[in-house]
């Protein structure tokens, strides 16, 4: 893989941590002590009651003499409890309720400091640290100038940092000096209870308190696409790797973000200098997707691992597959690290008049804001049952808010009719009231089709609900997508009253970001900024990844032993990643404008199983010569290629040709009254607005061609659900 060196601006500040005593023992600890003050008073004992490996009991044992809770008998050698536990706990088989908790100390440590680093480019913060990189990079990143100041960072985001900080500390190599030891054996029975920013050194203000300036190399990866200005590039940030991947994916997501708003892409800034550095790299000939599929890039990994049983003990050969392996895992982990985070439950739609109940459901329980994305609004006009429901919506005083217009060409006139606009002026904010129905009066050059409700349920979907009756035949599909179940939530600890589990309801990430693109569609700031997307405001959390505290694995050496504990922690990382995303259920991620072509020219090159389209007019998008020649090659491999589609007006002369050749390879062409966008590979889906059978996915530099917007679905049963739903489409 051809990677460059970046350099990344970043903020250098101190933050004072206070540490607090543990919530009590921990369950095993509290059943040792009960054990011992059962008669388990011997070593022997203790691990057959326990039934713990005798090293582990033992353990077990010193930290607990070191904590004051147990000593040594001097004239037996026998283990006793100290009198306050054993006065704590009373009966050790019913003990009194919230014993162990009452033991833990109440003596809060000394404050202690923590140098904390910011990159300017998404706003990650982590520990400052020696290991990172300071490489020989010389193209220095942009600054995202609407990052919050240092002391305006929220503290769950400097809690994360400071305890991959004690980790980090945690996790060094036994010696070192005495006073080194002492502080980290405190902080293994400590706990973070506050974070409080200090400043640091000579300034630069702009940070808002005293704070360094700092730069780090990071090292970049671009995959294929984007060779001019009419798409994003597909960066990533894949090392150092004492930079945590979750900091890194933020940082990639963070430049494009920057890209796509408008900065540092002129000639001899950052971008166009980055691209041609990376094309004048050699080029990569290895097949990569265009689009992340975490549940395939895990695959690979397992397999490489497990096929390491047959693998030579030669130093070459290790060598390799050591490389190979640790390139496997930084994908994986990255994409399983930011797949979790996409974790919600996916329900169908089917039908206009589905679609028709979900917008006024929307409008009925909203208690915050509803999001409308439609080209075309002609209901408006006529609907009294919409009108009513966006009237008393507003009397609620829920913020409704309108995106239309199908091209930057639309006007305002055409599309909205004499009792639509009456309709938008008596539902018109006003500074009186709270709620009100906000509409631009320039088009947003939208063709998706969404609702969102609050920060609670998306719909995104074929259907022009705002512009079609209930009424209409044409078969319409789209998914609905909301938090996971309560019943999924974290379970409390067993053999404590203390719960991490957060009560806040939870918002899917997928959510959030079709909230956040739809805005960027708006071109009036002040209607931009109303719209809200963060779910504390709403007394709500996202759903996130874990903190990774993971630590390199070296390659192996010569001995027989050194390569077989080498090969079963490869093979236990790879099944740990797999249980991960087996154990996240149902992955809804979003999908805009032209990653639907990527992903439906990814399908038919990489598909093992099946592939099924669907949308309304067949032509150029799937019969051009691009897709055609990718399409005939997935028939060859045995893969199942299904299209479905309601008009062939645009099949003329060389398309027809086409068209005929793959149904005589293998394809099955079936008409039907489909007005549905579906995209179906193998165990993935994506449900959208756009017409994979007749667009190219073009998109110019002015961005004026029409937006689009799904979602990608990873669950099997969806798919299947899907392709029956197709399959029972009314004929023609």
Request: glycine share 6%; hydrophobic share 40%.
């Amino acid at each position: 893989m051809n990677t460059y060196g970046v350099l990344l601006p970043c903020r250098r500040f101190t933050v004072q941590v206070q540490f607090g005593p543990q919530e009590g023992l921990s369950p095993v600890e509290q059943f040792t002590l009960r054990a011992v003050a059962a008669g388990a008073d011997s070593m022997p004992q203790l691990r057959d009651v326990l039934r713990l490996d005798e090293r582990v009991a033992l353990d077990l044992c010193v930290d607990l003499l070191r904590g004051g809770f147990l000593f040594v008998d001097r004239l037996t050698g026998r283990l006793e409890l100290a009198p306050t536990v054993r006065e704590e706990m009373g009966d050790p088989v019913n003990p009194s309720p919230d014993w162990a908790q009452k033991l833990a100390s109440t003596r809060p440590s000394e404050p202690r400091e923590y140098a904390l680093l910011q990159e300017l480019v998404s706003g990650a913060v982590f520990p400052a640290s020696r290991e990172l990189g300071r490489g020989q990079a010389r193209l220095r990143a942009p600054e995202n100038e609407r990052l919050p100041l240092v002391q305006d960072i929220q503290k769950p985001q400097l809690m994360h940092a400071v305890a991959r900080a004690v980790r980090n500390r945690l996790m060094q190599e036994d010696g070192g000096s005495s006073a080194e030891q002492n502080v980290r054996m405190s902080l293994q029975r400590q706990r973070v209870i506050d974070v409080k920013v200090v400043g640091n050194g000579p300034s630069a203000s702009m940070g808002g308190v005293n704070v360094g300036r700092e730069l780090i190399a990071v090292e970049m990866s671009r995959k294929g696409g984007a060779e001019d200005d009419s798409d994003a590039p597909a960066l990533r940030i894949i090392g150092p790797s004492t930079l945590p991947s979750s900091i890194r994916q933020s940082i990639s997501r963070g430049l494009v973000a920057l890209w796509h708003q408008g900065l540092a892409r002129e000639r001899g800034q950052f971008f166009p200098i980055l691209m041609e550095r990376f094309r004048d790299l050699e080029e990569d000939n290895a097949p990569e997707l265009a689009t992340a599929d975490p549940v395939a890039t895990v695959h690979q990994l397992v397999s490489a691992a497990s096929g390491l049983e047959t693998l030579p003990a030669e130093p070459e050969a290790l060598r390799a597959a050591h490389e190979r392996l640790a390139e496997l895992e930084r994908d994986a982990s990255d994409q399983v690290d930011e797949a979790i985070t996409h974790a919600a439950h996916a329900q169908l739609v089917v039908g206009a008049r589905a679609h028709h109940e979900a917008v006024l459901s929307a409008l009925d329980t909203a208690e915050h804001q509803v999001l409308l994305v439609n080209p075309w609004v002609r209901q408006l006009e006529h609907n009294e049952s919409l009108r009513n429901a966006l009237l008393g919506a507003v009397t609620r005083g829920v913020r409704v808010h309108l995106l239309w217009g199908v091209s930057r060409q639309a006007r305002f006139e055409d599309e909205f009719g004499p009792q639509a606009r009456k309709l938008l002026e008596v539902l018109a904010p006003r500074e009186q009231k709270t709620g009100g129905l906000f509409v631009a009066q320039e088009p947003c050059a939208v063709h998706a089709k969404l609702v969102v409700c609050d920060l609670r349920w998306a719909l995104a979907s074929s259907a022009n609900f705002l512009n079609s009756s209930a009424e209409r035949s044409e078969h319409e599909i789209g998914v609905r997508v909301e938090a996971p179940g309560s019943g999924e939530a974290l379970a409390p600890q067993t053999g404590t009253t203390w719960s991490p589990t957060d009560a806040r309801p939870p918002v899917i990430r997928a959510l959030r970001s079709t909230v956040q693109w739809a805005r960027s569609l708006i071109q009036d700031y002040r209607l931009q900024r109303i719209i809200m997307d963060d779910p504390a405001l709403e007394g709500q959390r996202q759903l996130i990844a874990p903190v990774d505290f993971g630590v390199n694995l070296h390659a192996p050496e010569a001995s027989a032993l050194s390569i077989n504990i080498w090969k079963g922690e490869w093979q236990r990382r790879a099944r740990l990643l797999q249980s991960r995303i087996q154990g996240a259920g149902t992955l809804v991620m979003p999908v805009a404008d032209v990653q639907h072509r990527k992903l439906l020219l990814d399908a038919l090159r990489l598909a093992t199983r099946r592939v099924v389209i669907s949308s309304r007019a067949l032509g150029i998008g799937v019969l051009g010569v691009a897709p055609a020649s990718v399409l005939e090659e997935a028939v060859r491999r045995n893969v199942s290629v299904t299209i479905f589609f309601h008009d062939e007006g645009e099949v003329q002369e060389e398309l027809a040709t086409r068209r005929e050749a793959l149904a005589r390879a293998g394809v099955r062409f079936l008409r039907r009254r489909v007005h549905s966008k579906v995209l179906v590979c193998d165990d993935w889906a994506v449900v959208t607005s756009f017409n994979f059978l007749s667009f190219e996915g073009y998109y110019d530099s002015q961005r004026v061609a029409r937006h689009e917007f799904g979602f990608r679905i990873f669950d099997p049963a969806l798919c299947d659900a899907l392709i029956d739903s197709l399959e029972s489409a009314p004929p023609p």
